[in-house]
Structures are given as structure tokens and as C-alpha cells.
């Protein structure tokens, strides 16, 4: 099991100091680093660091939300060409039972392309989330192309028409294509983001952790040896630390 996890989507304003900080909370962090395409890799000393650093995916820092996977995780997508879709099972479970129309499925799809190969479906239910509840994400192309593209399934028409206005918004240094999907997602055969306990339900995070429509499985005891308000309180000092330096140089200018 790997010890490491990769962070995009990642503000201009964010460095390695600050995303240092944030994922001592959950584990001990060995080293920082980042590439030219602005992806960062973050190393824990424990892999079992891994899956709660996974659950800070979707804090905001500066003006962009962060999606953080697993180099596990990051690997397996970008070696299919042909990926399984994802499904969020909290978001599904809540639609209508009844077998809907194909029309209706593509109406709440859109199509998205111009994807950082290194982008996860993870990633992608993170980002889009921001419009309304996901259901479904549906990664396809060639993982060892620059590129890729996909197809995300909102629970709802008016939060697909949210998604398309996401046309042009900047993620691993590439703008998003948005457009109408032509096609539904094939469901017939799905992975599923956990949906047992969440950590929305379970801890009662502030205004500093967006779940959003995710199901994020809640952090184990093992990695978390702080209370959920303490762990609230570490997040948003980060956050007011990004905002003071933030404000700081706009003023120097």
C-alpha cells in the first residue's frame, strides 16, 4: 500500500508549507512535493495516513476546493481506458426509484473533457459537486494520453444546467470543455464511493470542509487523535493564515 496521496486543484495562493500543515492534522507527513503541472505529492511516514488524508478532499483553500487521491487510487483510474463508472450510493439512493427514461438520464448528464490525465473520477465527483448532488461519474479515454475525458450524471436536471456553466474552470492547469452529453452512463456495472457512515453525518464539521453530494467515509480512530471541533479549529486557522497572506500581498501591490 502506497504512503503517498496526490493533491490538485490547488489555489496559485497554496504552497507546500500550507498543504504540510493541513495534512499533519491526519498523519505525519514525511515530505511535499510538486511538479510542473502543479500536482502535489504528499508522503506520510504510516500508510495508514492515506485514507484519512483522503477524507480532507473537498476543504477549501484560497478560492479552490482540493482534490486529494491515492497514488493507489490515481493509478488504478489512469489505467483503464475503459473505467468503471462511479456512483455516490448516498445521491442514487435518494432518486426516484422508478427506471427512468433514457432522455431523462441525459438530460441530467454532461460531457467533460480536456481532463489532466492525473484526474480522478474522485477528483471530478469532488469538483462537480459544487453544482448539486452527483450520481454517477463515468471516466473514459487513454490514461496515458495528456488528456482525458468523462461523463458526470447529476440527480437532477437543474444541477446538470449548474454543471455546464463549469465550461472553462481551470483544474490541474487545464480548462475544462463542458458541453450537453450525447449519452447516458451505462450502469451495469458501478463502483461505489462507500456510503456507511459519512463524515458529514458523523462529524459535524464547520464551515471549513465542504462535502458537498459526496458519501466521504468517516475518518477512522486510528488516524484521528483529535476530537471533530478540534480538528475543525486546526482547518480554519490554515484557512485564516492563507486569507491573512492573501490579503497582505494584494495590499503590498
Known amino acids: 500500500m502506497s504512503t503517498r496521496v496526490r493533491v490538485t486543484n490547488v489555489s496559485t495562493h497554496v504552497g507546500e508549507e500550507i498543504l504540510h500543515t493541513l495534512f499533519s492534522f491526519v498523519g505525519r507527513v514525511q515530505s511535499v512535493k510538486h511538479d510542473e503541472s502543479d500536482v502535489y505529492e504528499v508522503e ?3 500508510a495508514r495516513s492515506v485514507r484519512a488524508a483522503e477524507e480532507l478532499s473537498g476543504t477549501e483553500l484560497g478560492d479552490r476546493a482540493i482534490c486529494v487521491t491515492s497514488e493507489d487510487r490515481a493509478n488504478a483510474s489512469a489505467s483503464s481506458i475503459h473505467a468503471q463508472p462511479l456512483a455516490n450510493p448516498s445521491v442514487v439512493a435518494s432518486m426516484p426509484h422508478t427506471r427512468p427514461a433514457q432522455h431523462s438520464e441525459i438530460s441530467r448528464t454532461i460531457y ?5 490525465s492525473h484526474v480522478t ?3 471530478l465527483m469532488s469538483i462537480f459537486s459544487e453544482c448539486g448532488p452527483v450520481a454517477y461519474v463515468k471516466m ?3 490514461g ?3 488528456t482525458r475525458f468523462a461523463f458526470v450524471e447529476f440527480a437532477t436536471e437543474e444541477c446538470a444546467q449548474k454543471g455546464l456553466l463549469m465550461n472553462g474552470r481551470v483544474v490541474a492547469n487545464r480548462p475544462l470543455k463542458v458541453n450537453h452529453s450525447k449519452n447516458s452512463i451505462n450502469k451495469q456495472s458501478v463502483v461505489s464511493v462507500k456510503p456507511a457512515q459519512t463524515m458529514a453525518s458523523v462529524l459535524p464539521l464547520a464551515g471549513g470542509v465542504h462535502v458537498g453530494g459526496m458519501a466521504w467515509p468517516v ?3 486510528a488516524n484521528l487523535a483529535q476530537s471533530s471541533e478540534e480538528l475543525d479549529r486546526k482547518i480554519a486557522l490554515v484557512q485564516k493564515e492563507l486569507e491573512l497572506k492573501y490579503r497582505s500581498k494584494v495590499f503590498l501591490k
Not at 112 to 116: C, L, P
Open 44 to 46: 506520510f511516514v504510516d
Open 112 to 116: 467533460v473533457g480536456n481532463i489532466a
Open 121 to 123: 473520477d474522485r477528483d
Open 140 to 142: 473514459a479515454g487513454d
Open 144 to 146: 496515458i494520453q495528456p
Open 219 to 221: 475518518l477512522g480512530s
